[in-house]
């Protein structure tokens, strides 16, 4: 089990690309099917990131449907047509069931939160990818003692204002936590203020970067 860095406060975690596999394998499948350019969805969602239909959408600023066309038209200036309500079928991921098994291990031992980008729920009566992922990860979402909704708090990681947020409803100080990503750039602000910061590429290399951060081991 190892021996709790006393240093170390709270956990906090992206959950998409650190409990599931990352989207962003779904989108190149995609890209690979309709001929498109690799990460050519990456590409459109990074240009402008501050203003861009994913943007808006993740800080609750437009609807699901303003999104369809707006991404429509963002893809078609970049060359080619992408359909908004087609990207948002590839974000549900595949569960990382030792990840989850070391949350529920450093639950025990710190405070542990999750920090999301993320968009409103589709209806939960329409069986969709989206709806049945937030069905399966319910459980998950419970364990955590805040979560901090880019949809919600209608600010988006990497404004560090939302990191400020996890900190102060778990009245914890930034330099006291560890942060997950799977993004260097949702990353960098959080790691400015203080925090160690381990980036989940690989979730076994993670796993032992988390071990040496918490002191904490994860069997």
Not at 122 to 143: C, H, K, L, V, W
Request: charged share 25%; net charge negative; proline share 7%.
């Amino acid at each position: 089990m190892g021996f709790p860095n006393p240093d170390i406060h709270a956990v906090l975690w992206d959950f998409g690309g650190v409990f599931t596999s990352s989207p962003f394998e779904a989108f190149n499948r995609f890209e690979e099917e309709r001929g498109l350019p690799k990460d050519f969805i990456r590409t459109v969602n990074s240009t402008n990131p501050e203003s861009n239909a994913w943007a808006k959408l993740e800080a609750n600023a437009i609807s699901r449907e303003e999104f369809d066309g707006l991404f429509h038209d963002e893809s078609c200036a970049m060359g080619h047509g992408v359909r908004g309500r087609d990207v948002l079928t590839l974000l549900a991921g595949k569960l990382r069931p030792r990840m989850v098994s070391v949350l529920e291990t450093c639950k025990q031992h710190f405070k542990v939160g999750c920090i999301t980008n993320n968009i409103k729920p589709a209806d939960p009566s329409q069986n969709t990818p989206a709806t049945r992922q937030f069905t399966e990860t319910g459980p998950i979402m419970a364990m955590f003692d805040v979560i901090i909704e880019s949809s919600i708090e209608g600010v988006r990681k990497p404004n560090p204002r939302i990191y400020e947020i996890a900190c102060e409803r778990l009245g914890v100080e930034p330099n006291g936590c560890v942060f997950l990503d799977d993004l260097g750039i949702n990353l960098k602000p959080a790691r400015a203020m203080g925090m160690t910061t381990i980036k989940v590429v690989d979730p076994d290399d993670a796993i032992r970067e988390l071990e040496e951060a918490t002191g904490l081991r994860f069997d």
